[in-house]
């Protein structure tokens, strides 16, 4: 089965600075991986996702994701972190069959003023 | 664009009594919808995946007697949590994937979830 770990399920930075959500995946086929986030009792938002074209992923509100095969790594970047990027990060990978996504942990992500 | 429309957001309910939480596509229709529940401060967890006009596949360890998930069109899947209990009480959000576009990178939509508390 294909699955994801998020490291590090809380993450903070300052106002202003580089973001960096780790996710990495475990899959014994080429992956669709895809990044979410969650306001506090909200669904879920589509950031961006991976579909075996570019490994340069670029999403909404300035994120961006980067498929690195050899490192089985989809790590979220934002260059400038604001503050309404407070919210839990969600890395997921879906599964051949039925397509439902399998979710990571999840990763809180505090910005600080 | 499209949107997953998750109904109620919030409901409390006594201890043995049932809640039905309707999902519903507004602007596509969706072969399949996903059912999840998320406690708190935790990741979303795959309950069952809901085909229109054929029964729910549910995960391994979830009871599909206690969750009973009807499909019963192109544009509604229903979950009906029966003889609710505390340990019920969670966060349960239903996705849907527009059938005009297959395959597993065809966009999936996320309600916005509903808050089940079983006192």
């Known amino acids: 089965a294909q699955s994801v770990t998020q490291l590090g399920s809380h993450v903070s930075v300052s106002e202003g600075a580089l973001v960096l959500l780790r996710c990495n995946y475990s899959?014994?086929?080429?992956?669709?991986l895809f990044w979410y986030v969650q306001y506090p009792n909200q669904g879920l938002q589509l950031l961006l996702k991976y579909t075996s074209a570019a490994t340069l992923v670029k999403g909404i509100n300035g994120f961006e994701a980067e498929f690195k095969k050899s490192e089985t790594s989809f790590h979220l970047t934002k260059p400038s972190a604001h503050m309404s990027d407070a919210a839990e990060y969600f890395c997921a990978v879906s599964e051949d069959s039925g397509y439902a996504l399998n979710f990571g942990k999840g990763t809180s992500l505090l910005v600080t003023p | 664009g499209a949107v997953v429309s998750q109904h109620p957001s919030r409901v409390i309910c006594k201890s043995g009594t049932s809640v039905k939480i309707e999902c519903r596509s507004l602007d596509f229709q969706a072969t399949t919808m996903f059912w999840y529940r998320q406690f708190p401060k935790q990741s979303l967890m795959l309950m069952a995946t809901s085909n229109e006009g054929s029964k729910a596949t549910y995960e391994q360890g979830v009871e599909k007697d206690k969750f009973l998930i009807n499909h019963a069109s192109l544009t509604l899947s229903t979950l009906t949590v029966t003889s609710a209990h505390p340990e019920d009480s969670s966060f349960y959000i239903c996705?849907?994937?527009?059938?005009?576009?297959?395959?597993?990178?065809?966009?999936?939509?996320f309600g916005n979830g509903t808050r089940l508390t079983v006192t």
């Open positions: 899959s014994s086929v080429p992956p669709y």
């Open positions: 996705s849907a994937r527009d059938r005009s576009l297959g395959g597993p990178v065809g966009p999936l939509h």
